[in-house]
């Protein structure tokens, strides 16, 4: 199959030498790039079906951290990008413009952590929960494994062999983001190490040692983690898109 195709793509060289149309170079041609996106690096493959159609398989990959404050509660954030899919590449216009579709397997991971140290208070649901040892809350946001994606672009060499520069601007349909955490409070007064952990759901549930002193202690531990869940899953319902900007140069054999 890969002589074939070698055979394939020289033959349709040999004649499309011999055409004075630019847009006829575009059959059968391969290329090869690289770009820099709001999905992070990456690489990519392309091939031309015909003046009209091409496809292109992509991958992309970054891991960047930062620092953040949200309810009064600072984090260490770490966002994790990493995708790749396929796309299918239209010319109807026969220029340099494409619209252009289809779907990414989304691995894109967001995660924040308190630093665990002595003495920290930790704000849930408005409530300050102290602890005098350790105290932690771990947040972590995942999206839809299959994304589709839509968007439209422009290549600056569109049907002919060589370097080209070329953008892209669309969205990724990646679904509401799914909110999880966890956490622990410790403390030598009161005589409880309690870990908690908030599913997807919003549901909370407690466990470790004497945890019933830490919910007498405060009462609605329980109810407050769970309306902390809600509160922010339903900020994070806003975003179930996500922009795509992406700059490169690709080199079309």
Not at 187 to 211: K, P
């Amino acid at each position: 199959m890969f002589t074939a195709l070698l055979l394939s793509i020289a033959s349709i060289s040999a004649v499309t030498a011999q055409e004075k149309s630019p847009e006829s170079s575009r059959q059968g041609s391969l290329q090869l790039g690289t770009h820099a996106s709001t999905l992070g690096l990456g690489v990519l493959g392309g091939y031309d079906f015909s003046k009209v159609f091409s496809a292109r398989a992509l991958v992309n990959h970054y891991d960047f951290d930062y620092d953040l404050e949200e309810s009064d509660n600072k984090y260490k954030g770490d966002l994790k990008l990493s995708s790749f899919g396929l796309l299918l590449d239209a010319r109807p216009f026969r220029n340099g413009w494409k619209i252009s579709g289809g779907a990414l397997i989304n691995n894109n991971d967001f995660s924040a952590s308190t630093s665990g140290t002595v003495g920290v208070d930790i704000d849930i649901n408005g409530q300050n929960y102290s602890s005098d040892l350790n105290g932690n809350l771990d947040a972590n946001i995942d999206f839809d494994e299959i994304a589709p994606y839509l968007g439209i672009g422009w290549n600056s060499r569109q049907g002919k062999s060589g370097l080209s520069f070329f953008w892209d601007a669309g969205v990724l349909f990646h679904g509401a983001p799914k909110l999880q955490a966890s956490g622990s409070l410790a403390s030598n007064d009161f005589g409880y190490n309690c870990n908690f952990d908030i599913n997807e759901n919003g549901t909370a549930t407690l466990t470790g040692n004497n945890c019933d002193a830490l919910q007498a202690q405060y009462e609605t531990l329980k109810e407050d983690l769970e309306n902390e869940h809600e509160s922010l899953q339903d900020e994070l319902d806003k975003f179930k898109i996500y922009p795509v900007i992406s700059l490169g140069i690709s080199y079309r054999f």
